[in-house]
């Protein structure tokens, strides 16, 4: 399969941005930023420093170490607030990194405190349909809300045991031409590698890397009308690009609101225009149109 053309994804993400007279935030860049430092200023916020990151992926084929960005602030036990000095910001990136994050509600009132007044953040999100996440439930509202409660800066218990049990091997094409049989798709853990991940967190505090999240884009716009109808986020959605066919992502442009009304009803309004997906109708509806 064509992977993702980067200018496609790069313009999608930042169309719209004055970047050369802003003052930008982006998360988790990696060795594959969307802002450059030659196109305005930007500050690069990651969950560790540019070192631990080489340490950490010193082995993985898909990271070229020598193309990592320089971290200039790292945001873990810490708000992100202090991690960049008490800073503010016109604008977040963050692509692929929503999903991993143990609090959402937390996570996106941290990106609230570091904006300006008219501030945006922009999202690329994975969509579960086409993805490893595609046996599991979507995300709702309680459990976002559990995470918030106790405040958790790792994910979960019950978190890691959704995942472990659930995450399989889904091929993307597949995924989109046809609806696969939950009994015939391997999964990649099982009960005993899920209660012992819960065990880890419950027993150790350990921090687990997962998928905590889990998105369409309609259960995505659903989740956070759901959000700003309980006061718990104010940002409106003002851009959405939807999952492109054969392809696995898709895009959310947030603005700062304090228009309840008007935010509730953006995000009725992503959610009304989120398209349903139905296996193999684009190629059925070409199959006939030649017959």
């Given amino acids: 399969m064509t992977p993702p053309n980067p200018n496609v994804r790069k313009q999608k ?26 196109d305005g200023e930007v500050i690069y916020v990651d969950h560790a420093s540019t070192e631990a990151l080489k340490e950490k992926y010193k082995n993985d084929p898909d990271v070229d170490l020598d193309a990592l960005v320089h971290v200039d602030a790292v945001w873990g036990e810490n708000t992100l607030q202090e991690a960049i000095g008490g800073k503010t910001v016109d604008y977040v990136v963050a ?46 509202i309680d459990s976002a809300l559990y995470c918030n409660l106790v405040r958790a800066r790792i994910p979960q218990p019950h978190v890691l045991i959704d995942y472990c049990m659930h995450v399989a091997k889904v091929d993307q094409r597949e995924a989109w ?37 889990v998105f369409t884009p309609k259960s995505f716009a659903r989740l956070f009308r759901e959000m ?54 684009a190629r059925l509806s070409a199959a006939e149109g030649n017959g």
């Avoid at 690329?124 to 439930?137: A, E, G, S």
Wanted: aromatic share 8%; net charge negative.
């Fill in 13 to 38: 993400l930042l169309s719209g941005l004055n970047l050369r007279d802003s003052v930008g935030l982006e998360i988790g860049a990696l060795c594959r930023p969307f802002t450059s430092r030659s």
């Fill in 228 to 281: 700003a109808e309980l006061d718990l986020i104010d940002f409106a959605c003002v851009g959405f690009n939807d999952t492109e066919r054969y392809d696995m992502e898709f895009f959310v442009t947030m603005q700062v609101s304090v228009d309840k009304e008007r935010t509730v009803q953006s995000w009725r309004t992503m959610e009304a225009s989120a398209r349903d997906h139905v296996p193999g109708a």
């Fill in 95 to 140: 692509s692929h990194v929503i999903e991993h994050v143990p609090d959402l509600i937390g996570w996106i009132g941290e990106l609230r405190s570091v904006l300006n007044p008219s501030g945006e953040v922009r999202l690329i999100v994975p969509d579960k349909r086409f993805t490893f996440d595609y046996l599991r439930n979507e995300t709702r």
């Fill in 177 to 213: 031409d046809q609806v696969l049989d939950p009994d015939l798709v391997e999964r990649h853990h099982g009960i005993e590698t899920a209660i012992g991940v819960a065990r880890d967190i419950i027993d150790n505090g350990a921090y687990h890397d997962a998928h905590c999240w």
